[in-house]
């Protein structure tokens, strides 16, 4: 049986994952779904303030660490997939696979910011205009989303080289939000890379929350009820 470490995204905590972690229990699988340091109901402040993407990374280390397990499948959502990478990267051999659902991919020296698009750099700024160091959630959405330390959108991440010797790692795009999706070129070039599986979802960024059952099978490699295209098909 395997073990999945679920990473949220931007705002949100481990209940963005709700829908899918029993799914992924019910077929006999270990889950730790987190929420990350500066998102949670009881950080103050100063840990939001100070909470950066190696804090984020650490947070999964720690877990692993605690759990005592190797071979994980760590899944990162958006902002998640830069969480994820660092982490993996850190790991000393811990994890077999990576899969960024709906994430970003970054290389050495990239940051969230200087990843995305202009669209939410100005999501970002404007965001964080109240107080200089968390991101209000953008928009209508859960009301359980919560300020995002902004510090963990800009810090660069640090990357040895680790993650080319990751047995799989895979992209998942959601292609039902075309029209604001800033994961368009990352697709193409992640296509291009024979050490990628990409997978297609036609669902919105919230995958796991539209789609639970289709993102349920693709962790669990049910892949004839998604639609997937190896990345050097």
């Not at 959502?77 to 660092?86: D, E, K, L, N, T």
């Not at 969230?112 to 202009?118: G, I, L």
């Not at 640090?158 to 990352?186: H, K, M, N």
């Amino acid at each position: 049986m395997a073990t999945f470490v679920l990473v949220p995204g931007g705002w949100r905590g481990s209940w963005t994952y709700e829908a899918v972690v029993p799914l992924l229990e019910r077929a006999g699988h270990t889950v730790h779904a987190l929420t990350l340091t500066g998102l949670r109901p009881d950080d103050d402040e100063a840990t939001v303030a100070t909470a950066n993407l190696d804090t984020h990374a650490g947070d999964v280390l720690r877990l692993l660490d605690r759990a005592g397990v190797t071979g994980v499948t760590l899944v990162g959502h958006s902002y998640g997939g830069m969480v994820i990478s660092a982490a993996a990267d850190r790991a000393a051999g811990r994890v077999a696979r990576l899969v960024h659902l709906d994430a970003y991919v970054p290389r050495h020296g990239e940051s969230c910011w200087s990843s995305t698009t202009e669209r939410f750099r100005e999501v970002f700024a404007a965001g964080a205009a109240s107080t200089g160091y968390a991101v209000r959630p953008p928009g209508d959405g859960d009301p359980r989303r919560r300020p995002h330390p902004l510090a963990s959108f800009l810090q660069a991440v640090r990357l040895t080289g680790a993650l080319a010797r990751i047995p799989r790692r895979e992209f998942v795009y959601c292609s039902g939000w075309e029209e604001g999706t800033p994961f368009a070129d990352l697709r193409s070039r992640l296509r291009a890379d024979p050490g990628w599986r990409v997978h297609d979802l036609p669902t919105g960024h919230d995958a796991m929350r539209e789609a639970p059952d289709a993102v349920a099978a693709l962790l669990l490699d049910e892949h004839d009820t998604v639609t997937a295209r190896p990345a050097d098909a």
